[in-house]
T-cell receptor, first 115, second 111 residues
Framework: GAVVSQHPSRVICKSGTSVKIECRSL??????MFWYRQFPKQSLMLMAT?????????EQGVEKDKFLINHASLTLSTLTVTSAHPEDSSFYIC???????????FGPGTRLLVL | GQNIDQPTEMTATEGAIVQINCTYQ??????LFWYQQHAGEAPTFLSY????GLEEKGRFSSFLSRSKGYSYLLLKELQMKDSASYLC????????????FGPGTRLSVLP
């Protein structure tokens, strides 16, 4: 199957700082990347969908100015959590899809803890 | 609207067979996916159904009935390592990209 990596796998930061998470498709070109957030014992919640070279589409209730998404190439998307607060602490997972109607392949996730 | 339903928890014995059901109501349909997620890890892809019927892949099989808005994941010869959450996801839009995930079913396999 396709391989998607995320970096960092775990990050601890102070409240008010910004954190950048990278998502890379290693062996295929990802026309679309997705960012999810998952709180303990809950299912994945889609935050935004990004297509290479265009602005991300955010789900209702997700602040686009707080969660900045950049999808500058077919293999890299970044999520920046700006001015992080403790309530932003969560498991952030990206996924990538090579073409419409294809399955999404998930990265290993990034665990964010904001103190 | 979009609605996907799964049982919250299930328990089964090692070596047995278990069926995890998923019902969905979505505004569009371009395929149903099953993912396995171990605690603290990201989901991994198990199966994809877009036409009615059964898809078999080793110990795992997935069934779809589009007219009933129903799918199930069948796990045979259960192993302890199969203890995980199983997520049903439906691709509901015309482009087949945006997934809606069900709440997940936590399966515990007992010795």
């Amino acid at each position: 199957g396709a391989v998607v990596s995320q970096h960092p796998s775990r990050v601890i930061c102070k409240s008010g700082t910004s954190v950048k998470i990278e998502c890379r498709s290693l062996d295929f070109q990802a026309t679309t990347m997705f960012w999810y957030r998952q709180f303990p014992k809950q299912s994945l919640m889609l935050m935004a969908t990004s297509n290479e070279g265009s602005k991300a589409t955010y789900e209702q209730g997700v602040e686009k100015d707080k969660f900045l998404i950049n999808h500058a190439s077919l293999t890299l998307s970044t999520l920046t959590v700006t001015s992080a607060h403790p309530e932003d602490s969560s498991f952030y997972i990206c996924s990538a899809s090579g073409a419409p109607k294809e399955t999404q392949y998930f990265g290993p996730g990034t665990r964010l803890l904001v103190l | 609207g979009q609605n996907i339903d799964q049982p919250t928890e299930m328990t089964a014995t090692e070596g047995a067979i278990v069926q995890i059901n998923c019902t969905y109501q979505t505004s569009g349909f371009n395929g149903l996916f099953w993912y396995q997620q171990h605690a603290g890890e990201a989901p991994t892809f198990l199966s994809y159904n877009v036409l009615d019927g059964l898809e078999e892949k080793g110990r795992f099989s997935s069934f779809l009935s589009r007219s009933k808005g129903y799918s199930y994941l069948l796990l045979k010869e259960l192993q302890m390592k199969d203890s995980a959450s199983y997520l049903c996801a439906v691709s509901g839009d015309n482009y087949g990209q945006n997934f809606v995930f069900g709440p997940g079913t936590r399966l515990s396999v007992l010795p």
